[in-house]
C-alpha cells in the first residue's frame, strides 16, 4: 500500500481591501487635455487610472490630436508616447510642424507591449499613449501582430497596469475592414471609455463621439476643425451645420438635435423630384433610413399628401449623424417644403417626434432647445405642445402643436 500526500492549494495573497474614507483626497481629480472638447467627450477630463480607446479610419488625425493632447498634459504630469507606427524623427517632426513644445516629453518607438510598459513604469509616466495597439505584441504569443489574440492580451495587460499603477492610457486603434487585422471593437468591453473619429473626407471639421464612458455621458460630442497647424476645436459647432444661405430656399428647415449634454442646431435638406422609374428612391443620410419610410407614410395618412411616385432624399447638412426622433417634425415639414415649391418661413426652427396616429410627441430637454435656437437669432419655433415653456426665452414666438396637420397648416 501507498501512502500519497496531497498539498494543499496556495492561496495568492492578492491585494488587499480598503475603504472609501482611505481612498485619496484627489478622487475626483482629472486631467486637463487642453481641448475643453476633448474635455467634454471625456466626461470633464481624463481621469487617473483610466484606459481610453480612440478609434477611426488610418489617417483621420487620431495621433495628431494625441500629440497635441500630450504638448499640454506634460505640463502638469509625465507622459510617455509610445509608437509601432512611425520613428522618433517621425514624432519630432510632427511636433515642430505642429509648433509643440514637447521637448521633455518622453518617446519610445518599440512593439512590444511588456517593454513599453516597463519604460513608462520607470520614467514615472501618469500618462501613457499607445500608437497603436495593432503594431503591439505580447510576449509568448506567436499569432502575428493586430490579431485578435494579440489584442485582447495586451489591452488585457495595459488595463492591468494603468488600475495598478493609476496611470491614464490612451490607447489608438484603426477602423479597417481587412479580415487579417483585428478593430478595437472586440476590446472595446475591456477599456474604461471609447471614441470614435467621425470624419468627412470632404469636409475640414471633425467629430469625436464617445460610445462607451464609464466616466460621463456615452453620445457626447466634440467638434474640431483640422488646419496646418493641428487641430481646433469648434466652441459653437451649430455656426458650422447651419448654411445660412440655403435655409431661406424650399426643401430645407433648421431643427435642434441633443448631442451629449449640449443642444446642437442643423439643418434639415430635402428634396423631392419626379421618379424616372417604377421605383420611386428613398435615400436618407444623417437620419435613420427606415424611419424615413414610416414618415413618408405617416405624412400620407394624416397630412394629406402623397409622394409615392416621388424620390425622396434627406440629408442632414455638415455630415452630422441623428440619432433621435425628435427631428422627425423637422424632416417631414422639409420634405413638404421641397414638394411645394415653398421656402419655410423665415427664422423658424422646430423639433417634435411624430407618431404613427399623427400626433406630435414632446421630445427631453425641449426648453434648452428653445433657448438655444433663441440664441441663434431664430424669432419662430414650432415645437410639441407638451415642450412649450412656461416662460419663453424673449424674442422668440412657440407655437405648440399636437398634429401633424397643425404643424403643416402653420409652417404653411
Known amino acids: 500500500m501507498t501512502e500519497t500526500r496531497i498539498a494543499a492549494p496556495v492561496i495568492s495573497a492578492g491585494v488587499s481591501s480598503t475603504t472609501l474614507e482611505d481612498l485619496p483626497d484627489d478622487i475626483d481629480y482629472r486631467h486637463a487635455t487642453g481641448f475643453e472638447e476633448l474635455d467634454r467627450v471625456l466626461g470633464g ?125 490612451f490607447i489608438i486603434g484603426h477602423v479597417t475592414k481587412e479580415g487579417a487585422i483585428a478593430g478595437p471593437r472586440v476590446v472595446e468591453h475591456m477599456v474604461d471609455t471609447v471614441l470614435y473619429f467621425e470624419s468627412d473626407p470632404a469636409s475640414r471639421y471633425s467629430i469625436i463621439r464617445s460610445v462607451k464612458n464609464r466616466f460621463g455621458a456615452s453620445g457626447e460630442m466634440g467638434v474640431f476643425a483640422m488646419t496646418e497647424t493641428g487641430f481646433l476645436e469648434v466652441s459653437n459647432p451649430s455656426a458650422i451645420f447651419l448654411s445660412r444661405e440655403s435655409v431661406d430656399e424650399p426643401g430645407s428647415v433648421v431643427s435642434v438635435a441633443w448631442e451629449g449634454s449640449r443642444p446642437l442646431l442643423v439643418e434639415i435638406q430635402a428634396l423631392v423630384a419626379d421618379s424616372n422609374s417604377n421605383y420611386a428612391k428613398r435615400l436618407a443620410q444623417g ?41 422627425d417634425l423637422p424632416t417631414v415639414l422639409a420634405i413638404v417644403s421641397s414638394f411645394r415649391d415653398r ?35 431664430f424669432t419662430r419655433a ?18 405648440g402643436v399636437r398634429r401633424l396637420s397643425d404643424a403643416l397648416d402653420d409652417a404653411f
Not at 419655410?344 to 410627441?361: D, H
Open 45 to 169: 477630463g481624463l481621469v487617473p487610472g483610466a484606459v481610453v480607446l480612440l478609434g477611426g479610419d488610418p489617417g483621420v488625425g487620431k495621433s495628431t490630436l494625441l500629440q497635441q493632447a500630450s504638448a499640454h498634459l506634460m505640463q502638469d504630469v509625465p507622459v510617455c508616447y509610445a509608437t509601432g507606427e512611425e520613428s522618433l524623427r517621425q514624432i519630432g517632426q510632427r511636433s515642430l510642424r505642429l509648433g509643440l513644445d514637447a521637448s521633455a516629453m518622453n518617446l519610445l518607438a518599440d512593439t512590444s507591449i511588456e517593454n513599453v510598459l516597463s519604460q513608462a513604469r520607470k520614467c514615472q509616466a501618469r500618462v501613457l499613449i499607445i500608437d497603436s495597439m495593432q503594431t503591439m505584441t505580447s510576449e509568448g504569443l506567436t499569432s502575428a501582430p493586430g490579431s485578435v489574440a494579440q489584442l485582447r492580451d495586451g489591452v488585457g495587460k495595459i488595463v492591468q497596469f494603468a488600475k495598478n499603477n493609476d496611470v491614464a492610457v
Open 287 to 327: 437620419v435613420d433610413q427606415n424611419r424615413l419610410a414610416l414618415l413618408l407614410a405617416v405624412l400620407q395618412r394624416h397630412g394629406s399628401l402623397s409622394v409615392t411616385d416621388e424620390d425622396v432624399f434627406v440629408n442632414v447638412v455638415g455630415g452630422l449623424r441623428i440619432n433621435e426622433t425628435a427631428v
Open 343 to 377: 421656402a419655410a418661413p423665415e427664422r423658424l426652427v422646430c423639433f417634435g417626434e411624430i407618431g404613427l396616429a399623427g400626433e406630435i410627441r414632446p421630445v427631453r430637454f425641449g426648453t434648452e432647445r428653445i433657448a438655444a435656437a433663441a440664441k441663434q437669432g
Open 382 to 399: 414650432i415645437v410639441p405642445q407638451g415642450n412649450v415653456p412656461k416662460s419663453p426665452p424673449k424674442g422668440i414666438e412657440i407655437v
